[in-house]
Nanobody
Framework: QVQLVESGGGLVQAGGSLRLSCAAA????????MAWFRQAPGKEREFVAT????????YYADSVKGRFTISRDNAKNTVYLQMNSLKPEDTAVYYCAALVDPSSKWYLVTSYNYWGQGTQVTVSS
């Protein structure tokens, strides 16, 4: 069993920055694919970014490419999402997720085995 705990959300003005953290317990981070998803009110949960196993390859949704950076610190068992140049449309609950099977489609919600409780990010205009 893996427990994921997000932190770092909050209220920020458009153009500002936030850094989200996801602390993992119960399994070493290097054995998992990690990702961030988000869900805005009335919308489906959507993929934001992923960082693959210990090799560290990253992929981003087009909507955040160039503004968000995902990283992992395996020694601290923590994944981060640095969010810069935030826009009001980035407002959502952000979820950390962990993937066990490397052959799964990393951009699908249904591929992920473990989820955090979510952290609210609100960007004001």
């Amino acid at each position: 069993q893996v427990q994921l705990v997000e932190s770092g959300g909050g209220l920020v003005q458009a153009g500002g920055s936030l850094r989200l953290s996801c602390a993992a317990a119960g399994r070493t981070l290097s054995s998992l694919g990690m990702a961030w998803f988000r869900q805005a009110p009335g919308k489906e949960r959507e993929f934001v970014a992923t960082v693959r196993w210990s090799g560290g390859s990253t992929y981003y949704a087009d909507s955040v490419k160039g503004r968000f950076t995902i990283s992992r610190d395996n020694a601290k068992n923590t994944v981060y999402l640095q969010m810069n140049s935030l826009k009001p449309e980035d407002t959502a609950v952000y979820y950390c997720a962990a993937l066990v099977d490397p052959s799964s489609k990393w951009y699908l919600v249904t591929s992920y085995n473990y989820w955090g409780q979510g952290t609210q990010v609100t960007v004001s205009s």
